[in-house]
């Protein structure tokens, strides 16, 4: 397996991780299996208030923030590795909204998504 393959892997493994890591609430907590140790992140937004537009912009934020961090690519050099990194990037983004279930989250996502 040469060292892109792997580097790929693990990017596509911080991508399920994420997903199944987003804290969705102040003390709700999910663990990756032991077996397989991917990053992980949690996301808290007990501090905000959904129901207004500051409050889901920061949640967004903090969202895409927690994302880049969990998929970030090892070496940019790697064309592979950033693609891999930018698809592990947008489905935690699209996970993470989903599971939050907040329509002024979602309608938020879909205005950041590119239109075509």
Do not use: F, K, W
Not at 99 to 106: F, I, K, R
Request: with cysteine.
């Amino acid at each position: 397996m040469t060292s892109a393959t792997s580097s790929i892997r693990a990017v596509l493994r911080a991508s399920a991780a994420l997903t199944a890591c987003l804290v969705l609430g102040a003390s709700a907590t999910a663990y990756a299996a032991a077996a397989d140790p991917a990053p992980s992140v949690r996301v808290n937004y007990h501090d905000l208030n959904l129901a207004t537009e500051q409050g889901t912009q920061a949640l967004y934020e903090r969202i895409v923030l927690a994302a880049r961090r969990v998929c970030a690519a090892s070496d940019i050099r790697i064309l592979a590795e950033v693609a891999a990194a930018q698809v592990c990037q947008a489905q935690a983004i699209a996970h993470a909204v989903r599971d939050v279930n907040s329509p002024q989250l979602a309608a938020l996502y879909s205005a950041h998504q590119p239109q075509g």
